[in-house]
């Protein structure tokens, strides 16, 4: 219902263009003593302004509707059952909705009572009313604001600046919504944050070192609060960084080498784009690799040395993402390089040294600044990784550092706390935010601190 | 006069282009040679093709001889790296390492091993910055980054890591272009002292400053060498008549 | 050769020696770390195109089917209501019993109609909703085999392997050689792994379902993020102020741009399905989540494509009396088009690629019906991929390979598009 008013819109827009356009031409004929009148602006924009004033109060109600429409409808809902008496005690208003919403309520025949009946109809009746309401406002809004437009189209309407003040808010307005995007994560990671730590202290997540987020169903039952000691899985996160680091660092690293002093011009053009085509190769493919291929092979190579390997050992995982962060290593570190003056390099090797001092005796440590930047972010990446980690390193908060054993990250416990489970008000599905806002805050600092870094060693050059 | 080198129908080109043209001139031991002409005529070029510098640059080519004390440079049996210790080379901007003054100077004793211990590096360090004029203002500093300095004194420490690998023909290509004329004079009387110990090239853009500092001068227009001589004779009585235009300020 | 300085001479030619040796070491691992890069690369790319080699042909068997009107029709009026009361299962697996009329024992009968696929009896089904007046007469028709049976004849099964430790019995593997013996094996094209959607049965299933999601999610991004990613570049370019607010939207869109995707996830399902209360598993919520995501990415390839413009452009459009407005629409941002699309279009094959926040706003869900909306419950490509990736069956292998082929098609095309988009315009101006 309210998807066919987006495509009215247009409709609209389009009738206000044309609306604003004709007043416009019919202003400036000639007056009743035959003089020409002269517009402030062209007809085009007394047309954008009639559009403007035409399509923006019905699209505020749209959006307006698409975000708080159904909140709306859900508190009547929950309101009215409330007030119903129907409601019994194992049954709360919000698991009637619940299974309302999910198509429950009319299939099964435990879920057919009273109740959900009763929640039905109101949930029916309410939508028809909102439904009937947006529509309503939509019309007038339209409207109302093409009235407006028009009676305020005189020759003096300078509407060439009310047009451009418009565009000018629209244009601020879409540069807030990045910010806007930051703020909500912060704000929505820190309220269900503090909601898991009003029910865990967080020393015990932060210094706890037993990890098994189980909840029961019912308050009495055994073992009712699970642990929630993270370390395990900041240990398991760290090994795996370190893993993905000891391969992408020094291979990154020397690929750049390669890049900047040693590969001819026509071998770098070809090399550095097929270079970056690993980080254009989606993570669940590298997932997916690491999980079918590289796993088995180094299970293999693990009990041929003797080894006990997991299944899905922290190894397959930290391989695979080393591989998929060398293109990030590599073309910061080959910027970083390049960055540096080549008067260095010429200095160096007119004093007799060879190309490979030069490169590690000033290239390199010139270009240190921009080179650690590059390692920061990488490392912000290989933290941040989901989806090489959740197929190829399983689950099992173990806290150790041998590379075989199975070990679990911080995205991964992300992940599986919350997928599948649509109640969010257990410590279990909480704990996600509480891991979710260390992790936030962690590649937050580390990618500030490269970015400080890397522009201070740009400033340096240039 | 002892020829300490000697290019003999020295033709480069930069791909197609041909940026020298059958160069043929001689480098007095001890003595400055100025090379002098308008932008873009090769006299860089040239320079750079002392201590095969120009190897760095793709798509160049070099034909002909360059010899240093008869032997000849672009022989593939010679050592690139060994050559560039014995001619060293300072640069139009000062370019010193970002690091320590002592680790600027003491990096081409490093890599070419020349010193025992630490005492003897310490010595051939502080000597280099003698001998570069430098010593008595950064004495107590040497740890300091080579970048704090001004710009004279980083073009002379330039000088003093060139001249700490002993090199027997020192290359400059316009020192002086980035220094104000206070530094320029200090390092215009450097470059007379050094004479006496080194071979030493030049190329600069004012003609008073080769006046000033070479015995011998060549000129160079659109790559080609058109005169070389003392250079009291070419400033007074040039035998070419694009030289005279030039030193009389015609064009350039 | 004179040293100048006898106390300090160069030192032996040993010493030179063991440079060169450095030298050349030095350089061989430079070259190997750019090797070993490129050949993870290759070695990635091969595995994946051989393990997706089996998915694109189908095993399948044909069958001479007696098309029964009792079972087939059983209102006897052959009208739609009597088709859809069918048993179809039956005339389908009477042919193939018909073939080996020894095979007596209950277990063994069905062991043998296992060989078939379930796909068997919906083809059956669309067959004769397709022509009705078949039904009484005998028909040759080829219907698909079970994922073990093509696995087997596809040599991903040894029948060397002890009988208890495979999941085709030799039974079964002598039913399928006469097959095979009689020519009734065939290996047609698995157009299904294209055109159906998503199934338990690894023969049966497609990407269709995987694919219309894509394209449904990536529609939404591009509508959000596309408008108002270029919209951010020229305000923040062109027109904003230079003061700390500005200076805070800069820090904070670099940033956003290297903020985990498994956060915006979150803030999906903490901000729009738990206080907004939009669909779960809907393209919509999943195309605004990466909308966010990618929008840090294109206003700032929008912002160097702006800043790329030669300010001249903007001074003779002012100098011609144009307001700033429209210096900026009717002349920069025209040229700054070919760099903002790329940007655009590189975002896009990003989130075509994201996998982690779509998990997060519950698009994880088998799903085996097409999406037809926004709002209908459907899956990705990618998360199709991270689904058959965790499917016991061994046939999933090679689906999952071969999603992931269609996947790397998909971003190839929208590369190469990039690509193009840059070349042309920059053969124009």
């Known amino acids: 219902m309210i998807g066919i008013l987006w495509l009215v819109l247009p409709l609209l827009a389009a009738a206000g263009f044309w609306a604003g356009r004709s007043r416009a031409r019919a202003l400036s004929g000639a007056d009743a003593d035959g003089h020409r009148i002269v517009l402030h602006s062209l007809p085009t924009h007394y047309a954008q302004y009639a559009l403007a004033w035409s399509a923006i109060p019905p699209l505020l109600i749209l959006v307006v509707s698409a975000l708080f429409g159904s909140i709306l409808v859900d508190g009547w809902v929950i309101a009215q059952l409330e007030a119903s008496g129907l409601l019994r005690e194992t049954l709360s208003s919000a698991d009637v909705l619940r299974d309302v919403h999910t198509g429950l309520a009319n299939t099964t025949g435990e879920n057919s009572s009273p109740p959900h009946t009763f929640a039905q109809n109101v949930l029916d009746r309410a939508r028809g009313v909102l439904n009937l309401g947006v529509t309503g406002f939509f019309f007038v809004g339209a409207g109302g604001g093409l009235w407006f437009a028009r009676s305020r189209m005189t020759t003096a309407l300078r509407a060439r600046n009310h047009v451009e003040r418009i565009v000018h808010v629209a244009l601020f307005l879409c540069s807030v919504v990045a910010v806007l995007t930051t703020i909500g994560i912060v704000v929505s990671l820190f309220f269900e944050a503090a909601r898991f730590f009003a029910l865990v202290s967080p020393a015990e997540f932060f210094l706890g070192t037993q990890w098994s987020p189980q909840t029961a169903l019912r308050a009495d039952q055994v073992g009712s609060s699970g642990a929630f000691g993270a370390v395990p899985i900041f240990a398991g996160t760290l090994l795996i960084t370190a893993i993905a680091m000891a391969i992408s660092g020094p291979i990154g690293l020397m690929a750049a080498i390669h890049l900047a002093f040693y590969a001819s011009a026509s071998a770098r053009a070809w090399m550095k784009p097929v270079l970056e085509l690993i980080a254009g190769i989606p993570t669940v493919v590298w997932g997916s690799f690491a999980a079918l291929t590289l796993g088995p092979q180094v299970r293999m190579i693990g009990e041929a040395l003797g080894l006990e390997v997991a299944s899905e050992s922290a190894l397959a995982a930290g391989l695979a993402m080393g591989v998929m962060i060398i293109p990030f290593v590599s073309s910061l570190s080959d910027d970083a390089l390049n960055a540096v003056p080549r008067s260095l390099r010429e200095a160096s090797l007119a004093m007799g040294a060879t190309e490979s001092e030069t490169i590690r005796k000033v290239m390199v440590p010139a270009a240190l600044p921009g080179i650690v930047g590059a390692f920061l972010l990488a490392v912000s990446r290989a933290i941040g990784e989901t989806m090489i980690v959740v197929m190829a390193a399983g689950l099992a908060a173990n806290m150790t550092a041998n590379p075989f054993a199975a070990v679990t990250t911080v995205t991964v416990q992300i992940l599986t706390l919350l997928v599948g489970d649509q109640e969010f008000d257990s410590a279990k599905t909480l704990a996600a935010f509480a891991l979710g806002l260390t992790l936030f805050f962690v590649t937050l600092c580390l990618n500030l601190v490269a970015l400080v870094v890397v522009r201070r060693f740009r400033e340096e050059y240039e | 006069m002892k020829t300490k080198m000697l290019t003999r129908g020295l033709d480069v080109f930069y791909g197609e282009k041909q940026a020298l043209q059958h160069v043929d001139l001689e480098i007095g031991a001890n003595q400055v040679t100025a090379l002098i002409g308008p932008s873009g005529c090769g006299k860089s070029t040239f320079l750079r093709c002392l201590n095969r510098m120009n190897d760095v640059v793709p798509g160049c080519r070099v034909e002909g001889d360059v010899l240093l004390e008869g032997e000849d440079i672009y022989d593939p049996l010679l050592d690139v790296v060994k050559l560039r210790a014995q001619i060293g080379m300072v640069f139009q901007k000062p370019n010193p390492f970002p690091k ?137 009585n040039p035998a070419e008549k694009r030289t005279q235009d030039y030193i009389t300020g015609r064009f350039g | 050769m004179s040293s100048p300085t006898p106390d300090a001479p160069l030192a032996a030619d040993g010493r030179l020696r ?250 999906g399902l903490a901000v729009f399905l738990n206080i907004f209360g939009m669909p779960r598993s809907a393209p919509l919520v999943g195309g605004v989540v990466l909308a966010l995501m990618t929008l840090p990415t294109i206003i700032i390839a929008g912002r160097a494509a702006l800043s790329a413009v030669p300010p001249s452009i903007r001074e003779a459009a002012l100098g011609v009396g144009a307001s700033p407005t429209q210096a900026v629409f009717h002349h920069v941002l025209p040229q700054a088009v070919p760099g903002i699309l790329t940007g655009t279009i590189i975002g896009m094959a990003r989130s075509l690629g994201e996998t982690a926040p779509l998990l997060m706003i519950g698009m994880v869900a088998f799903i085996a019906d097409l999406p037809t909306g926004v709002d209908d419950p459907s899956t990705v490509l990618p998360v199709q991929i991270f689904l058959w990736n965790d499917a016991p069956e061994r046939a999933f292998v090679a689906r999952t390979s071969g999603a992931i082929v269609v996947l790397l098609g998909f971003l190839i095309a929208m590369n190469a598009a990039a690509v193009w988009v840059r070349r042309r315009f920059e053969m124009r101006s």
């Open chain 2, 100 to 236: 320590s003054i002592y680790e600027n100077v003491a990096y081409g004793p490093r890599i070419h091993g020349m010193t025992q211990n630490k005492s003897e590096l310490d010595d051939l360090v502080r000597q280099s910055l003698r001998k570069a004029g430098l010593l008595g203002e950064v004495e107590n500093r040497l740890e300091e980054p080579g970048t704090s300095l001004s710009g004279g004194q980083q073009q002379r420490l330039c000088i003093a890591r060139a001249i700490a690998v002993s090199p027997e023909v020192i290359l400059m290509d316009e020192p002086c272009s980035a220094l104000d004329p206070i530094a320029t004079a200090r390092v215009e009387e450097l470059i007379d002292e050094l004479r006496e110990q080194f071979t030493i090239v030049i190329v600069t853009h004012s003609m008073q400053q080769a006046a000033r500092v070479s015995q011998r001068t060549a000129f160079f227009h659109l790559g080609e060498l058109i005169e070389e001589g003392d250079t009291e004779r070419i400033f007074t």
């Open chain 3, 18 to 267: 063991r440079r060169y040796r450095q030298e050349r070491v030095f350089r061989a691992f430079a070259l190997a770390a750019i090797g070993f890069a490129l050949s993870a690369l290759a070695g990635l790319l091969v595995s994946i195109s051989y393990q997706s080699l089996s998915v694109i042909t189908q095993s399948s068997v044909e069958l001479d089917v007696v098309l029964d009107p009792d079972a087939l029709d059983p209102l006897g009026d052959g009208s739609a209501a009597s088709l859809a009361a069918a048993n179809y299962a039956k005339p389908v697996r009477s042919a193939l019993r018909a073939l080996f009329p020894e095979v007596r024992k209950r277990r063994e009968r069905k062991a043998l109609v296992r060989l078939l696929s379930d796909g068997a009896e919906y083809d059956l089904r669309a067959l004769m909703e397709a022509s009705p007046e078949l039904i009484g007469s005998t028909q040759t028709f080829v219907f698909p085999l079970s994922d073990d049976v093509d696995l087997f004849l596809k040599g991903s099964i040894d029948s060397e392997v002890d009988e208890a430790d495979r999941k085709i019995s030799d039974r079964q593997i002598g039913w399928v050689e006469t097959l095979d013996a009689q020519g009734r094996i065939s290996q047609p094209w698995n157009w299904r792994f294209l055109f159906a959607g998503d199934s338990r049965e690894p023969e049966l299933a497609g990407l269709q379902g995987a694919i219309r999601g894509s394209m449904l999610t990536l529609l939404i991004t591009f509508l959000l993020s596309f408008p108002i990613g270029v919209c951010a570049a020229v305000y923040l370019e062109e027109f904003a102020p230079k003061n700390r607010f500005t200076d805070v939207v800069e820090v904070n869109i670099n940033n956003l741009a290297a903020v985990p995707s498994i956060i915006f996830g979150l803030l």
